[in-house]
């Protein structure tokens, strides 16, 4: 069975965790299908495109270069789908196929964790604080840089989150 080396979206390399690419038959057409698990930073990124210019790199050598229509599949993890209607399939020899009555598709999230993801790539995200403090430390904070503040949180956070998971054990 073929695998997936590489990906790149619009031009762009993308960090896959877990991939799966397959033909899929019904009736009526066949496709080409891409599943990718992603981090949530490019889920992010993608995840409202209709269509992106997709270059897969396969494990045996070949690339394909494809413009792929894309959705977003709900699950633990962040994951996209790329797909495109194929015309003839004769260039897909030893891809899987699946068809519209198979009961079972590939599970690209087996064995993967968000933890896992977040090693690699982890998100940021805004937090807005409401504190009352001492008038003192509200003077010095409003004299700090934002990316110092965000620096200085980020690892009190990650200092207290420790402490409390060792309580915990």
Known sequence: MVGVKSVKLDGESIYVFNSAIYLFESASSCSLELGLIVSEVAFKKYKDMESLIVEIELDD????????????????????????????TENYEGFHSVS???SVFPNIEEGITLEDIRKVEMPNEKATLKLTLPIDQVEWLKNQKASDLNSIFKDLIYVYMNKQAREEH
């Open 61 to 88: 050598g070949r690339i394909l270069s494809s413009f792929m229509y894309l959705r977003t599949l709900p699950g633990r993890l962040p994951q996209i789908n790329l797909f495109c209607e194929l015309d003839e």
């Open 100 to 102: 519209e009555n198979d």
